[in-house]
Nanobody, 117 residues
Framework: QVQLVESGGGSVQAGGSLRLSCAAS????????MAWFRQAPEKQREFIAR??????VYGDSLKGRFTMSRDRAKNLVYLQMNSLKPEDTAEYYC????????????WGQGTQVTASS
């Protein structure tokens, strides 16, 4: 069982930055692809980025402002968010998807980000 805990959310002014963290239980980077998603009220979940091994893929709409990284030694993944806009307001989730079975995917509880104009 993989446990994920997101942190770092909060309220910022438009144009500001936040860095989200996702703490993962155990050494999962060898067996799981890590990803960030977000979901705004009454909207579908939106893909932000996924890291598989040394490669990171971003959603088209967010690439350039958001950067995903990891600290392998600390079992942490990060999402650096710059130039935040009010439309970035959402609950942000971290996921770990098993590399050998895409059906197996674990989720954190989410962290709220609010960007106000």
């Amino acid at each position: 069982q993989v446990q994920l805990v997101e942190s770092g959310g909060g309220s910022v002014q438009a144009g500001g930055s936040l860095r989200l963290s996702c703490a993962a239980s155990g050494e999962i980077f060898d067996n799981y692809d890590m990803a960030w998603f977000r979901q705004a009220p009454e909207k579908q979940r939106e893909f932000i980025a996924r890291m598989s091994g040394g490669n990171t893929v971003y959603g088209d709409s967010l690439k350039g402002r958001f950067t995903m990284s990891r600290d392998r030694a600390k079992n942490l993944v990060y999402l650096q968010m710059n130039s935040l806009k009010p439309e970035d307001t959402a609950e942000y989730y971290c996921s770990a998807r098993a590399r050998n079975n895409y059906i197996v995917e674990y989720w954190g509880q989410g962290t709220q980000v609010t960007a106000s104009s």
